[in-house]
C-alpha cells in the first residue's frame, strides 16, 4: 500500500483550504481510485496538522526535533522591517522583488530549492501553475487590507518576513501547486480499516503511529450526524437527498460516534451515492483552502466574513441566497451545502482564502515575527518556530520551516532598498 501524506491526499479544487493540513501536488484525486491511502500523521511525514485533529500519543522521550539555522541578525533587522504595502498597487510583491533584486521571487525560491541547501532543507520547486495562484493568492491579500469585519480583527502589516515565511508554508504543503484543494480522505475500498469517508469519521491510531486521529463528528467544534438527522431545519433543507428516509430522526447512537457504521452505510464521497450524510459537518467541514480551514467554528467565522463583505467573488449568489434566509451564523453552517463550500473556495477566487489565513493568524496569534533577532530567533512569542508550531506542527517543523526561510534569506541577502 502506498503511504502518502495527507495533504498529498486533497481533492476537488474548485467544486479544497484549512487552512490547512499533507501535500497537494495532485490537482484532483478521486477517493475511490484505489492506490492512495493515509497510514501516518502528516507531522510524522513533515508536514502541518492546520485542523489539529492528530494528537501525539507516543512516547514523548522520543520527540527530538532538529536545529535549524539561526537567521543572521542583519537579515532579521531589514527583512522584519521591510513593508509590501507601498507595493501593492505597483505590481504587489512581483514589483518589489524586480526593483529589489532584479528578477521574481519565483525564480530565486526555485534556484534555491535547487541548491545543495535547498534539498537539504526539502524545499520542493513552485510548478508554473502555482507561480500564478501564489501571485493571484497575494496580490489579492496585499489589496484586501481592512477587508474583515472590524470585529473579527486585522493582522498586522505584511514584512517580507512574513511573505516568505508564509511562501514557504505554502509552497511546501502543496507541493509548489499553490491549490486549494479540499482534504482527501482514503480510497472507497472495502479492504481498508477506515475506507473513503470513514476516515473523516472515525477516530484511530495508525498501526505503529505515535498520533491519534480524532473523529470530525465531534461535538463541539461539530455537529453530531444524530444532532443534524434530528433538526428540522436540516431535514427540510436536504430531505431531496439520496437516503434521506434512512436516517432523518434516527436514533442510532453511532451517529453521535466516532466509528462509522460502514457495513450499513456507503462511504463514498461521491452525492449521488452517499446523499444526505454528506451534508453533516463531519464532511462538509473538512479541510479547506491554503489553511486548511476545518470544523464548523472556523467556519462560521467564514459565514460571518462572507456575510460582510462588500466585493465580488465568486458565488456571489450563494451569498445573497444566505443572507435572504435571515437566519444566524450558525445556522447558515447547517443550512449550507458541501457544493457551495467547495465552489467558495474555487481555484477562481482568493478572496475567501485570504480571510480564512488572516483569521487563523488572529485566532493562533502568531504574529507579528519580531524585528529584535533575539526574540525572532528564539523559540518564544513573535519567533519564527512559535510561528510554525502555532500553524499547528511539531518542533521538528517549526525548524525545518526557518531552515527553509534561512535558505531562501541566503539566497536574497539583504543588498536591496
Known sequence: MLTVNRRHLLKLSGAAVVFPTKILAQEAIEEDDGSLAITQAPQELGFA???????????????????????????????????????????????????????????????????????RAKMKPISRQG????????NTYETSAGALPPAMGEVPPTTLLDFLIYSAIFIHETGGTISKAAERFNPVDPALEHPGIAY?????????SSYQKASYNK???NRTCLELFNDPKFIDRFKHHRLTERVINTSDERWAGYKYPKNDFPTSGKGDISGIILETDFFKFRGRGLIQSTWRDNYRQLVHFLMDIDRDLEGSEIISGWKALGVSHDEICTLSTNEEWDRLFSENSHVLSVAAVKLH?????????????????SAGK????????????????????????????????????
Do not use: C
Not at 200 to 208: I, T
Not at 361 to 374: E, F, H, L, T
Not at 388 to 407: C, P, T, W
Open 49 to 119: 496538522d492546520f485542523s489539529e485533529s492528530w494528537e501525539f500519543v507516543g512516547d514523548p522521550s522520543i520527540l527530538a526535533p532538529g536545529v535549524s539555522n539561526r537567521l543572521p541578525d542583519d537579515i532579521i533587522s531589514k527583512y522584519a522591517q521591510t513593508y509590501f504595502g507601498q507595493y501593492a498597487f505597483q505590481g504587489g510583491y512581483t514589483g518589489f522583488f524586480f526593483e529589489a533584486f532584479g528578477r521574481s521571487f519565483e525564480e530565486i525560491y526555485n534556484e534555491a530549492a535547487a541548491s545543495g541547501a535547498g534539498r
Open 382 to 417: 513573535n519567533s519564527i518556530l512559535n510561528f510554525g508550531k502555532r500553524i499547528n506542527g511539531s518542533d521538528d517543523y517549526a525548524h525545518e520551516l526557518r531552515q527553509r526561510v534561512f535558505v531562501l534569506s541566503q539566497a536574497m541577502g539583504t543588498d536591496f532598498g
Open 219 to 221: 461535538s463541539p467544534p
Open 200 to 208: 473523516l469519521y472515525n477516530r484511530f491510531r495508525p498501526r505503529g
Open 361 to 377: 493568524a488572529i485566532s493562533r496569534g502568531y504574529r507579528p515575527v519580531s524585528r529584535d533577532p533575539d526574540v525572532a530567533n
Open 131 to 138: 507561480q500564478e495562484r501564489l501571485r493571484q493568492f497575494w
